[in-house]
Structures are given as structure tokens and as C-alpha cells.
């Protein structure tokens, strides 16, 4: 038997551990190569890992849930038992040498059905008889949980992809053994120990459990970053707002054309991130990092768009913003968003940002503090455009209204800086033709 170890893949500078999210693959199972066999959890993406040869695997190294070190082995696949395709391939050979002659369509459907079902019936026999997951598969870490409770396949009803066993399912069905009916003894084997003879009734109250889940990678990353933004920085946020009717009209009068013309559509993003660059070159400190007692200057705009995924806030960068023109900003955006929201996002996708915008508004965030990417130095706020009453030229009028927040670290950027800042993009929104012309 000719073996190879799929191994943890470097992950990122800096990034020296991963949790294993969940197992697409059992013990006993054919797979292909660049197949995908699991799925890991970093401190800033998942990362899927792919098979490096076709095989069999024979030995699962990890369960779903544990941390694992880059270079660590994830699993093993017997690379003589070839794939699917391979096995095909000889099959194939072996039929032309045994120098068959063709048989009618119906007989070969009998024969090729009756050999399905003894294929499948040796590979289940032979997974019984090898591997503690490969019965009615469960993953690995619902088949060490089964044990635990002393549970069956037949005892768990399957939720899985294929009719896979899942951590979920095992924990279903040892609640269910613990209703009234069941002997004392498995009761208390698997009912949480009271805190006290004392508790309180309203405590047992049906409806009222809890329930502990341990933090992604990803969110333990974004909780210890923010953290460190709050501690490390001296963060300041100043206000101002735009009235957005003139973008507004803008967007109005040519979006049909826009899409027809370039396939997407035309958003407020494109416009704050075009204003955001012309900004950052009037006012570079904005655009800088601190560096222990240097300042880091850039002569690009690398802006990261804060995206909501299922797995927490992440933050992809559009390289050379500067240089992008609308549809190029609206295709970008929409194509990272897309990705970050499917966890397809890689490590290169989200570092290096210069400086980053967050929409709160797309939630109806009508006013906020955005806490800075560190180690960026600031961070522009958008909210909700809510129609207010404003005075213009005497007169009140009733005008579509955004409040913008730029938070920044108040020990490179000087107050004054920032508000100019601020007011520089107010005028770009407010005026959007300024954006065609840059000036």
C-alpha cells in the first residue's frame, strides 16, 4: 500500500494554527484528486483543502472542532486504490482483455447493475469491518460522540450531506434517550449536573436552556482586533453630512444606460470610493500607518469594503482604487462581497488595505463610531439616507440626507486633517461632477 499525508497548507504570514470547520470525506471513501476533502478555519478566511492524489482514505488525523498547527497532518490516502476514474480506466482495460464481444443493451444494463450492487456491498462489508466512522457515515467527531453516549447508527437519524451522520444529529438523539421512560442511570449519564438543590424553578422552566458554542477562528481574530484598535490606538471620530440628491439624480438618469453598457449597476459605493481616493491623495496622512516611531506614506489606495458574512464582518481590498474607474469599482465590490459572503475569500484578498469604508446604512444604521482596521489609521463610516428638512438659501427644504463618520487615530491625524477630510468628500457627493473632473 503506497500512502501520502494531506497536510495543513500555509495559511497566511503570521497565521500558525487553524480549526477544522468540517470533513467532506470518511474513512473508506474514493476520492479524486483536487477533490475536496475538508474545510479549515483561519484567523482570517476558510480554506479548503484539496486531495494532492487520487486514493482511498484509509486514516482521518483530526475530528471537526480541533486545532490543528500549519504543516500538521489532516489525513491519509492509500494512492494505490486510485480513484474513481482510474478504477474506470481499468475496468475498461481488463474487459478489452478479456476479449468480451458486445452484448445487447439489456444485458449490459443487468450485468452493469448487478455489478453496482456487489461493489457496494463489498466497499459497506469492508468499511464495517475497518473503520470505527464508515458505519451509516458519521463524521469523526459524531462517531467519538456516539461512543460516548453509548448510541447506534439506528438510534441517530441522519441530516447530513449523503445521509451522513453529523455532531448535531448525535446530540439530537442522546436528548431524546433522556425523556421519561429511560432508566435513571442513563439519565443522569447524560443530563447537565445541578448547580445546586437550590435552583430555581423558573431555571428548569422549559424554553429557558442555554446553550455554549465555541468562536470561530474568524471571530476570535475580529474580537482580539478590535480590542487591540481600542487599546493601541488613539481613536477619535469626527461627523459631518451630505446632502445625496445630486447623486441621487445622477444615479437616477443614466443607471439604465450604465447597466446596459457595462453589466452592473450603479451604486453609492462607487461614488464614495472615488471621492475617498481623491481625498486620500489631498490628505496622505489619512492614507499612512504608523510603524513603531515611523509613518508608513502610500502613493496608491488600497480601500478595504467592510462585508457582513455568515462567520463575521470580514474586509477585502480593492487594489489601486485610485485607478479604478465606476463599473470597475461596482465589479469589484460586487465580486469580493460575493465571495466573502460564500467564505471564498483568500488570505492576499484581505491584507494590505490602506483604508477601509463600512456601509452601516444597507442595515439603517442611522449613526455610528467605526472602530479603525488596525493598522490603518482610519475609517470612514456611510448610514441610511433618511429624507430631513434643511435650510437652503433661507428656505427650508426636505432633502435626502447621509451622515458620514470618519474615525481616525488622533496621533497621526491632526483634528484638522480629519475634518478637512470629511468636508473634501461632502463636496465630491454633493457636486459628483467633481469626481469626472477630479478636482
Not at 115 to 122: K, L, Q, T, V
Not at 124 to 150: F, I, W
Not at 188 to 205: L, M, R
Not at 282 to 307: S, T
Request: proline residues 4%; hydrophobic residues 40%; glycine residues 6%.
Amino acid at each position: 500500500m503506497s500512502t501520502v499525508d494531506i497536510k495543513v497548507p500555509a495559511l497566511g504570514e503570521s497565521i500558525t494554527e487553524a480549526t477544522l470547520n468540517s470533513w467532506s470525506v470518511a474513512v473508506g471513501d474514493t476520492v479524486e484528486m483536487d477533490q475536496t476533502l475538508c474545510e479549515l478555519d483561519s484567523d482570517k478566511a476558510s480554506v479548503e483543502v484539496p486531495a494532492e492524489q487520487a486514493g482511498k482514505i484509509v486514516e482521518l488525523m483530526v475530528e471537526e472542532g480541533d486545532d490543528i498547527e500549519v504543516g500538521a497532518v489532516l489525513c491519509r490516502i492509500d494512492t494505490s486504490a486510485g480513484g474513481k476514474a482510474e478504477q474506470s480506466k481499468a475496468q475498461s482495460s481488463a474487459q478489452e482483455k478479456t476479449g468480451k464481444t458486445e452484448e445487447s443493451p439489456a444485458q449490459d444494463k443487468t450485468q452493469v447493475n448487478a455489478s453496482a450492487d456487489a461493489e457496494r456491498g463489498a466497499s459497506a462489508d469492508h468499511k464495517a469491518q475497518n473503520s470505527p466512522y464508515s458505519q451509516d457515515y458519521p463524521s469523526p467527531a459524531a462517531a467519538k460522540l456516539m461512543r460516548e453516549e453509548g448510541l447506534s447508527p439506528e438510534n441517530v437519524v441522519a441530516s447530513g450531506r449523503a445521509g451522513r451522520i453529523t455532531k448535531q444529529d448525535v446530540l439530537k438523539a442522546s436528548q431524546k434517550s433522556t425523556e421519561p421512560g429511560q432508566d435513571s442511570a442513563t439519565k443522569a449519564k447524560s443530563q447537565p449536573a445541578q448547580s445546586s438543590p437550590s435552583s430555581s424553578a423558573a431555571d428548569q422552566h422549559e424554553g429557558r436552556g442555554t446553550e455554549r458554542q465555541k468562536m470561530s477562528r474568524l471571530r476570535q481574530t475580529i474580537a482580539r482586533r478590535l480590542v487591540e484598535a481600542k487599546n493601541e490606538t488613539a481613536m477619535l471620530t469626527t461627523f459631518n453630512e451630505v446632502d445625496m440628491s445630486a447623486v441621487m439624480a445622477l444615479r437616477s438618469k443614466y443607471k439604465v444606460a450604465f447597466k446596459e453598457k457595462y453589466g452592473v449597476g450603479l451604486g453609492f459605493m462607487s461614488f464614495f470610493t472615488a471621492a475617498s481616493c481623491l481625498a486620500l491623495i489631498d490628505f496622505p496622512a489619512v492614507n499612512a500607518q504608523l510603524d513603531e516611531k515611523e509613518i508608513i506614506f502610500h502613493d496608491y489606495c488600497d480601500v478595504g469594503v467592510a462585508v457582513s458574512s455568515d462567520k463575521g464582518l470580514v474586509v477585502p481590498v480593492l487594489r489601486n482604487a485610485e485607478s479604478l474607474n465606476f463599473d470597475e469599482i461596482e465589479r469589484e465590490i460586487i465580486e469580493l462581497a460575493t465571495r466573502a459572503r460564500d467564505g471564498k475569500l483568500t488570505i492576499e484578498e484581505m491584507q494590505g488595505g490602506t483604508f477601509t469604508i463600512t456601509n452601516g446604512g444597507v442595515f439603517g444604521s442611522m449613526l455610528s463610531t467605526p472602530i479603525i482596521n488596525v493598522p490603518q489609521c482610519a475609517i470612514l463610516g456611510l448610514h441610511n439616507i433618511v429624507e430631513r428638512p434643511v435650510a437652503i438659501k433661507g428656505q427650508v427644504e426636505i432633502r435626502p440626507i447621509m451622515y458620514l463618520a470618519l474615525s481616525y487615530d488622533h496621533r497621526l491625524i491632526d483634528g484638522k486633517e480629519a475634518v478637512q477630510f470629511l468636508v473634501r468628500i461632502k463636496d465630491l457627493i454633493e457636486d459628483p461632477a467633481r469626481l469626472m473632473l477630479g478636482v
